[in-house]
């Protein structure tokens, strides 16, 4: 299927950013979140960003210009969907909440929709069933910053066609993404697999007291060549998601190893959930 028009639910750091990627690459895009100060954020980051990059001759005039006309920033759902072609949800990562999304979703849009969830933990299996389309509900998860980063892993459930797959490998490749498809799902897909054993140990480290987050990053960076340190990207990709992913898998195995990191909890607590807020384990301040 031909996909032209998209739309992004969430514009928080994430959807913001996939919404004016896809905008950038020619796709009509409309992005919307329940938050008015989120939206106008957002607004304001896609007015400043493209004429950066125009300034700094990243971009042209006139592919910025058309860009920014290409993307709408609108207040409701449904307004968002009316017309999507597909739709990526990029909202907080709590299950109830998305199956609820999806399932409204699900009513509004029209009927050849893909629906995809930007999701790096819950497969598209929990989610496909609060529609009546499950062979059109896929993952398709970014990384952050998602501007910047080429990588974009799709996930193909056992209720996803191949249809829909290769339409969404194919809105990947024309956003200058570098897609990887995964044949089967589990949990955490492929990077963040990977990830996830770096970080699980660096959080053991810090909180046996063997070392300083300091310098657990700086041994990441100098012994592995890691271009930033555990500790570093926790506090990009944000504190309260590690928080929000840990507790989910916590309440569907009931394994106490699966509880976030003591660590992870007090930050959560204290609200110092990284970079967007100002102070992570760093000061941005």
Partial sequence: MEIN?????????????????AAISGFQVTCTDTNADILNKAIQFADSYLTERVNKGKLTSEVASQAREHLSFVPTVEQAVAEADLVIEAIIEKLAVKRKLFAQ???????????????????????????TRPDKVCNMHFFNPA?????????????????????????????????????????????NRLLQATRQEA????????????????????????????????????????YHVGMEKYRESGDPADRPSPTVVEKFTKGEW???????FYDYE
């Fill in 203 to 242: 959080l053991k480290l810090l909180d046996m007291g063997v070392a300083s987050f300091e310098d657990i990053d700086t041994a990441a960076m100098n012994g592995l060549g890691y271009p930033m340190g555990p500790f570093q990207l926790l506090d990009l990709t944000g504190v309260d998601l590690a």
């Fill in 147 to 191: 501007l910047v980063m080429k990588l974009v892993e799709v996930v193909k459930g056992p209720h996803v066609s191949d249809e829909t797959v290769d339409s969404v490998m194919n809105v990947a490749k024309k956003m200058g993404k570098t897609p990887v498809l995964l044949h089967k799902e589990i949990y955490g897909f492929l990077v």
């Fill in 5 to 21: 028009k998209i739309a992004v639910i969430g514009a928080g750091n994430m959807g913001h950013q996939i919404a004016l990627s």
């Fill in 105 to 131: 979703v699900n009513k509004l849009c029209p009927a050849h929709t893909i629906l995809a969830t930007n999701s790096s933990y819950i497969v598209s299996s929990k989610i496909a069933d609060a529609t």
């Fill in 274 to 280: 990284g970079k967007k807020v100002g102070r992570g």
